[in-house]
């Protein structure tokens, strides 16, 4: 039990965070199936789980506006917090950055056990809410006061699982940044490391940094909702036609400026590993060095440091003066420059490659151009007078989603196929992955570009209706069933990659070797799967992390641990 | 530690350490001594915020070794600096208009 | 399998690792109470009034406060200094200082709160006390925290000094930076909440 339940290896700790993550992405993604079903045919009983949900969400298995509220609000939550930042830095972090770098393990292994279950206990908080008169949180996932102050039950539960979920991020970037600092082995200096360390470190210092202020805001709204303050809450609030008895003398803006100061980084947590990720495989699967490396690595770090001042661009529309609103428009204007730079070097980094459409390839290459609508569809938004128009519509969802779903999750995918052998020694199996990768590139795409034309239309998000109450959106609405169709669609193809996963764990195509994409990072070096303490004799690091194809050399690759011949 | 400690080390940071808390307790009391005035906001928070910055640095210079650590460390610290200013800063400037600031 | 610089440093970066490990967790805590330190600017600054902290506050009793936190500090940087000079009884002493300072401290807030209530002032009656209650209140959970470290080092973590003293020394130079950070909060708290 205390050997794997609480085991300190990073490894095993890694596979914690993916099977967990992987699991609430899952159920984040059904939310959102049921929220879908409602959106093209509101008012129709949910087929098959309707009846199952609950007079209190669902009477006749027909969805009540506060239940859909609820899955908006968790969907957001349990996406973002519970999926993608565990699965992409306590899973895929854990996991291959002390291999990369030559460590025996983390920094500090106790505290990487007690950072999951940390998240663990705030994945339990944030599911058993569903269950507490009133159901889960459904005040968005912003949780914007003075809404989520005068919320249901569920929300005090949100704010202890934010609590429990921020402080497991906290004690794992320490851990991080110390590990990444301090365990590298002989010879790997800063600018040999892989992109995918860098992307992790930089990441790590976001997450340090900017998620303490949301902790303190969240103690705040805690206080507000638990001991009758009025931090957020402003003088003379009415609630149905009663004035509140508070104090008042709060202000709900300070509550957006905590939030987001920790929620516009927290974009770039969800995004960085992912481009670390995609560096790796196009690498890998190019035989070619990637292009641009260090313009990458410098990128990535004035990425990091703009991020913490860009984040009033998610409030433009509350009242802001010309001074702040002039600052935090040119700064996100800047901060796209580094994002360009880090895709166009991806991007270039494929011409003139010998290129293996492997399965992670497939993901990883999609990403590309998915990322790049994604960004480019933000700059509307990231401008205050075109974002007048676009704020709080399906333009929005349409932006973000494109970054972190053929974005980022694709990344993941990617992640999954190209490490599973390392991990399991076996392969996934292809045939199967590649029915998973066109399947879903194309569906993917069938949800979220209709929502651009949703939103420039003029449709408000969050509404348990899609829309149907508005004049204005009456000539788009007939895209909610084409998105939700989509939907299901995507869903479906999922089960390929749940059944590839656990099929090819038992049953997949043994490797030969210890490093069968013939890559050239020091995760490779180690046996399959890699012991406790990962490295069976002592490393050391010769050259970068990506010299493929060398003039002049016999193999296409050469390992970052292979000694020079005399 | 990279710098050998020997007994004559600490004992000279002993002393130091003993000046520093004099320091400390006297611009306790000149800081509770200022208040007394009752000065306007203004120069009240700048006298105060002035005299708590210097007793700050030097708890974090020489009780917490700072003066003597190395770089990386001091980049945490400048970078974790820039960013408690626009903290502080930013949401204070959220009504300001050209021209009012 | 050891994981490698636990207490010798590592070369090119002069650190071992919990040196920056601590740092780091501090940097984290500086933007934790940055985040409350904006907060109180901010509603101080839209409010249409704000008392001063001495109609409310006791500022003796606040002082008295600031002098047993920085006296706990030297005492603290002193449980290391003794290590260093390995003198284990000294550092036992200034160590049982430092806790015993700080239970004072305790003692004294929890008094200044007590009579807060007696006079029916709580967080819910002015964001102004919001704020005090909220920014003291977190300041003496850190205060607890950094009692429970320094006691379990006092008492059953000090059966290290005999088996790994180095270690054991790096471990009260750590726990001696979170707690001089703790202090450091409080010199900003204190003109902060009482004299201004």
């Known amino acids: ?566 | 530690m990279e710098e050998v400690h020997t007994l004559e080390d600490i004992k000279q940071q002993v002393r130091r350490y003993i000046l520093v808390f004099t320091a400390l307790l006297t611009l306790t009391i000149i800081t509770v001594t200022v208040s007394y005035f009752h000065l306007s906001v203004v120069p009240a928070i700048i006298v105060a915020m002035f005299i708590a910055s210097i007793k700050g640095t030097l708890v974090a210079s020489y009780f917490m070794h700072l003066i003597s650590e190395r770089k990386f460390i001091y980049f945490i610290l400048i970078l974790t600096g820039v960013f408690f200013l626009a903290l502080m800063t930013l949401p204070a400037l959220h009504h300001a208009d050209r021209g009012l600031v | 399998m050891q994981v490698p610089y636990t207490v010798n440093t590592r070369s090119d970066t002069g650190l071992y690792n919990a040196k920056l490990g601590i740092w780091l967790f501090l940097s984290s805590e500086v933007m934790l109470f940055g985040a409350l330190f904006s907060s109180y600017i901010l509603l101080r600054v839209g409010a249409d009034t704000w008392p001063h902290g001495y109609e409310h506050l006791n500022i003796p009793l606040g002082t008295v406060n600031t002098a047993v936190l920085i006296t706990s500090s030297v005492t603290m940087v002193m449980a290391w200094a003794s290590l260093m000079m390995k003198d284990f009884a000294k550092y036992r002493r200034y160590l049982g200082t430092t806790i015993l300072l700080a239970l004072v401290f305790l003692v004294i807030k929890g008094f200044e709160y007590a009579a807060k209530f007696e006079h029916g002032l709580y967080p819910s009656t002015s964001t102004y006390f919001a704020i005090y209650f909220t920014l003291t209140g977190l300041h003496g959970l850190h205060v607890i925290g950094g009692i429970i470290v320094n006691a379990y080092f006092w008492g059953p973590g000090s059966k290290m000094w005999k088996t790994d003293p180095d270690r054991f020394t790096h471990r009260i130079e750590i726990a001696g930076l979170y707690w001089h950070f703790v202090d450091i909060v409080w010199i900003f708290l204190f003109p902060t909440l009482y004299l201004l």
């Open chain 1, 1 to 566: 039990m205390r050997k794997y339940v609480f085991s300190q290896d990073h490894k095993v700790i890694g596979i914690q965070y993916g099977i967990t993550a992987l699991c609430f992405l899952l159920f984040g993604f059904t939310l959102m199936i049921m929220m879908r079903w409602q959106l093209a045919y509101p008012g129709q009983p949910i087929p098959l789980i309707g009846q199952w949900l609950g007079d209190a969400n669902a009477p006749g298995g027909i969805m009540l506006p506060e239940f859909y509220n609820q899955l908006g609000a968790m969907h957001g939550t349990i996406m973002v917090f519970l999926g993608v930042v565990p699965l992409a830095v306590g899973a895929f972090g854990n996991y291959i950055v002390p291999l990369q770098i030559g460590a025996p393990d983390m920094a500090f292994p106790k505290l990487n056990m007690m950072s999951y279950w940390s998240y663990f206990l705030g994945g339990v908080t944030m599911l058993s809410s569903f269950f507490v008169p009133g159901g889960a949180a459904n005040s968005g996932w912003t949780s914007y006061a003075p809404l989520a102050t005068i919320a249901t039950t569920g929300q005090t539960f949100w704010l202890f699982g934010m609590i429990f979920l921020i402080t497991s991020s906290l004690l794992g970037s320490v851990n991080f940044i110390v590990t990444i600092v301090q365990l590298r082995a002989k010879g790997l200096t800063f600018m040999r490391l892989p992109f995918f360390v860098w992307a992790q470190l930089v990441t790590s210092f976001l997450l340090l940094l900017a998620f303490p202020p949301l902790e303190a805001a969240g103690v705040l709204q805690l206080m507000d909702r638990l001991a009758g303050t009025s931090f957020f809450l402003p003088s003379g609030l009415v609630i149905a036609g009663q004035p509140l008895h508070v104090s008042g003398g709060g202000s709900p803006i300070l509550w957006q400026h905590l939030f987001w100061f920790l929620a516009h980084p927290e974009v770039y947590v969800l995004i960085l590993p992912a481009m670390g990720i995609v560096a790796e495989i196009i690498a890998n699967n190019t035989r070619k060095p990637l292009w641009g490396y260090k313009s990458m690595v410098y990128s990535t770090i004035f990425l990091g440091f703009m991020s913490f001042i860009v984040w009033a661009h998610h409030m433009f529309m509350t009242g802001m003066g010309t001074v702040i609103s002039a600052f935090f428009q040119t700064t996100t204007m800047i901060i796209s420059i580094p994002s360009v730079i880090i895709l166009t070097a991806l991007l270039l980094s494929l011409y003139g490659g010998s290129i293996r459409f492997t399965t992670p390839m497939l993901f990883a290459t999609a990403f590309l151009p998915m990322f790049g609508i994604g960004g480019l569809t933000g700059l509307p938004l990231g401008l205050a007078p075109s974002d007048i128009h676009l704020h709080d519509t399906y333009y929005v969802i349409g932006h973000f989603h494109y970054v972190v779903a053929p974005g980022t999750l694709f990344a993941l995918f990617a992640g999954i196929y190209y490490w599973f052998p390392k991990v399991t020694g076996r392969r996934m199996n292809d045939v199967l992955g590649k029915i998973h990768f066109y399947g879903s590139f194309v569906f993917i795409n069938g949800i979220f570009m209709p929502m651009f034309i949703e939103g420039l239309a003029g449709v408000s998000r969050r509404l348990y209706d899609g829309g149907q109450q508005y004049a204005h959106a009456q000539g788009v609405l007939h895209w909610n069933v084409f998105m939700s169709i989509s939907a299901f669609c995507l869903f479906f193809f999922q089960l390929f990659f749940i059944i590839n996963f656990f099929w090819s764990m038992k049953k997949g195509k043994k490797v030969t070797s210890d490093n069968p994409w013939d890559a050239t990072t020091l995760e490779w070096d180690t046996p399959t799967p890699p012991p406790h303490g990962n490295f069976i004799k002592p490393l050391e690091v010769f050259r970068g992390p990506y010299e493929y194809s060398v003039p002049g050399k016999s193999k296409d690759f050469l390992p970052q641990t292979e000694p020079e011949k005399v």
